[in-house]
């Protein structure tokens, strides 16, 4: 089965401070899909980034960057130089290749960036 | 226009009514699902369609029934509301759409449906 978790409830930090959410996960595939989405006040779900098991590489889009390590399990993500626009809740997701494009849910952490 | 579209986007009922809400794409997509939001437990799967006449139970699909109208429709009705589901529903597609290709196994979510069950 698989499982994601988001350790980190509620992240409180200070206007361009660097700020790493974390995530780890649990599948017993061997192609799976990492994603993390982004959900500001407004309530809506945007997609961010997607990342399949069999590409490691670490990305980085303008302030954004993520860490996949398959061997921890984890793919992390942070923003440098944070801004009150980044305030959301951030939720990373799995996707095993077995189960169709079923996306299982991390709980969800909740970024606030105070100016 | 928004790629994925929910009616209502708020509704408030009553213990026992039944009611539907709603979901259009113009992704092209193949695959859409019903996911339900309630703080702390991030997004739960309901249930999630193939194709029209694919359908199929997610990890919470009790009191929930649903039906694929059309390739770009998906509808998710509440047979009897009950306060404890009350929440934010999402509608999300994904597939091989017929204008992004490398969407394949990406979900795209709607804006989402406000339920408060009184």
């Known amino acids: 089965a698989q499982k994601v978790t988001q350790a980190q409830t509620e992240i409180s930090v200070v206007e361009k401070e660097d700020v790493t959410l974390d995530c780890v996960y649990e599948?017993?595939?061997?192609?799976?899909?990492l994603f993390w989405y982004k959900q500001p006040p407004s309530g809506e779900l945007v997609f961010l980034i997607r990342?399949?098991?069999?590409?490691?590489q670490n990305e980085i889009s303008g302030r954004y960057s993520w860490n996949f390590q398959k061997s921890t399990s984890s793919f992390n993500f942070t923003i440098t130089a944070s801004q009150v626009v980044d305030s959301a809740v951030y939720f990373c997701a799995l996707s095993e290749e077995t189960s169709g494009s079923r996306l299982t849910f991390g709980e969800g952490t909740q970024l606030t960036v105070n100016p | 226009d928004a790629d994925v579209t929910q009616t209502p986007r708020n509704r408030i009922t009553k213990t026992g009514k039944r009611i539907m809400l709603e979901c259009s794409q113009t992704k092209g997509h193949d695959r859409m699902y019903w996911y339900r939001q309630d703080p702390g437990l991030g997004l739960r799967l309901i249930y999630y369609s193939f194709d029209v006449k694919d359908i199929n139970k997610g990890e919470i699909s009790d009191g929930y029934s649903v039906s694929r109208q059309a390739q770009a429709k998906f509808s998710l009705s509440l047979e009897s509301a009950i306060p404890n589901q009350t929440a934010l529903y999402f509608c999300?597609?994904?597939?091989?759409?017929?204008?992004?290709?490398?969407?394949?196994?990406?979900?795209?979510f709607g804006p989402g449906t406000r339920l408060t069950v009184l």
């Open positions: 990342r399949n098991s069999f590409d490691e």
């Open positions: 599948t017993r595939d061997t192609t799976y899909y």
């Open positions: 999300a597609t994904s597939g091989s759409g017929l204008a992004d290709i490398t969407s394949t196994d990406t979900q795209y």
